[in-house]
Nanobody
Framework: QLQLVESGGGLVQPGGSLRLSCAVS????????IGWFRQAPGKEREGVSC????????YYADSVKGRFTISRDNAKNTVYLQMNSLKPEDTAVYYC?????????????????WGQGTQVTVSS
């Protein structure tokens, strides 16, 4: 069973930064795309960013372009989401997910394996 564990969430003021980590086990990043998603109360889960397994191509939602950066460390089997210039509307539970295919990088329904999530709250 593939496992993904998120960490790094917390409370931050508007304009601040956080770095989320997604540690994966029982599989390697060489064969799975990893996506970051978020879900705010009363809203649907939405795609934030994705990094491919093959060439490390990255994808971002328009709402986070220029502020968030996804990266991976294959040696540590970990994917990161660096979040800068955070806004109150970024408040949500953030999840990482994995899938061997990458047909629709930011579509939650495309991902088979999910972590439990980490809360990010942006508030003064």
């Amino acid at each position: 069973q593939l496992q993904l564990v998120e960490s790094g969430g917390g409370l931050v003021q508007p304009g601040g930064s956080l770095r989320l980590s997604c540690a994966v086990s029982r599989f390697t990043l060489d064969y799975y795309a990893i996506g970051w998603f978020r879900q705010a109360p009363g809203k649907e889960r939405e795609g934030v960013s994705c990094i491919s397994s093959s060439d490390g191509s990255t994808y971002y939602a328009d709402s986070v372009k220029g502020r968030f950066t996804i990266s991976r460390d294959n040696a540590k089997n970990t994917v990161y989401l660096q979040m800068n210039s955070l806004k109150p509307e970024d408040t949500a539970v953030y999840y990482c997910a994995a899938d061997p295919n990458l047909d629709h990088p930011l579509a939650p329904d495309e991902y088979a394996y999910w972590g439990q999530g980490t809360q990010v709250t942006v508030s003064s």
